[in-house]
């Protein structure tokens, strides 16, 4: 939530190697490296909590130089799914369990998208959360994926809020907000 000016110099001075962020910050983060406000050069990077789409993918990895890596999570459930080699979210079934459902919390077939999510954890056993309603409109996919796993591949529709721009008062730059920032202040408030 820093200023993007302090945040560039934090990450200047600590010089990561990997880097984790929201796609939304990614790209931004992508985009000041380009304009030569930045100058990192993580060798990978990893998204999760927004959708992450192929466009956005690809303008980060050019302007870092690296591999973008996908996962899914929540607060409730950390890593829910992981990205293999063909780009595709595999689903840690043995920890969690995720039913896609529809507006009446009936689940859906294999390969329609649900209008909520109730997410099981299996791990958590001090808090167990039992087909808690994530929010998220996930697809778990019908067919097997070609990467090999036996892991239930699934796709995340949702979490794709826009990085909110506003103008910059005379002779200033325009001011980028992404989605978590926006939540957050929205959520305190």
Request: a negative charge; proline letters at 8%; one cysteine or more.
């Amino acid at each position: 939530l820093a200023p993007a000016d302090t945040l560039a110099s934090q990450l200047e001075s600590f010089a990561p190697t990997v880097l984790f962020s929201y796609p939304t910050m990614a790209l931004l983060l992508a985009s000041r490296v380009r304009e030569g406000d930045l100058a990192i050069r993580p060798q990978e990077i990893w998204t999760g909590g927004e959708t992450l789409t192929a466009p956005v993918r690809r303008k980060i990895e050019a302007a870092f130089g690296c591999r973008v890596g996908n996962g899914y999570g929540a607060s409730e459930f950390l890593a829910l799914a992981t990205e293999c080699p063909l780009g595709r979210l595999h689903l840690n079934e043995d920890w969690v369990v995720l039913e896609p459902v529809d507006e009446h919390h009936v689940p859906v077939p294999a390969g329609v998208a649900g209008h909520t999510t109730l997410l099981t954890n299996l791990a958590n056993h001090l808090q167990p959360l039992i087909r808690y309603d994530l929010g998220d409109r996930v697809r778990l996919l019908a067919e097997p994926c070609g990467c090999g796993s036996h892991l239930p591949a699934i796709e995340v529709h949702g979490r794709d809020d826009d990085t909110l721009c506003l103008p910059g008062g005379a002779g200033m730059p325009a001011v980028q907000v992404v989605p978590l920032a926006v939540s957050t202040v929205l959520e305190e408030e």
